[in-house]
């Protein structure tokens, strides 16, 4: 088994930073893809950006040029980097990644437990 555990969130004032960190655990042997979904009072989730094992990364056009993807794979953690934040950008964010466990050859999908960001006007 494996989970995701999320930490970062919180309230911060349009205009400034935050940056959103989860930490994979378990019976990892790897990882593939890593992502940070969100998703807003009455939306359905969407897609923010997603980062690759080999570092490659996508964004959605209403965050792409503030925010920022990366991974440690050390540590099994991806990060999201949030600058120049809006108040359309408060939502639950959530991570997944796409785990092999250990002793198995199949890939699931994991999600964390979503943490809160508001960003005040």
């Known amino acids: 088994q494996a989970q995701l555990v999320e930490s970062g969130g919180g309230l911060v004032q349009a205009g400034g930073s935050l940056r959103l960190s989860c930490a994979a655990s378990?019976?990892?042997?790897?990882?593939?893809?890593m992502a940070w979904y969100r998703q807003a009072p009455g939306k359905q989730r969407e897609l923010v950006a997603v980062?690759?094992?080999?570092?490659?990364?996508n964004y959605a056009g209403s965050v792409k040029g503030r925010f920022t993807i990366s991974r440690d794979n050390a540590k099994n953690t991806v990060y999201l980097q949030m600058n120049s934040l809006k108040p359309e950008d408060t939502a639950v964010y959530y991570c997944n990644a796409d785990l092999m466990l250990s002793g198995s050859r199949s890939v699931y999908r994991y999600w964390g437990q979503g943490t809160q960001v508001t960003v005040s006007s």
């Open positions: 378990g019976s990892i042997f790897s990882i593939n893809a």
């Open positions: 980062i690759t094992n080999g570092g490659s990364t």
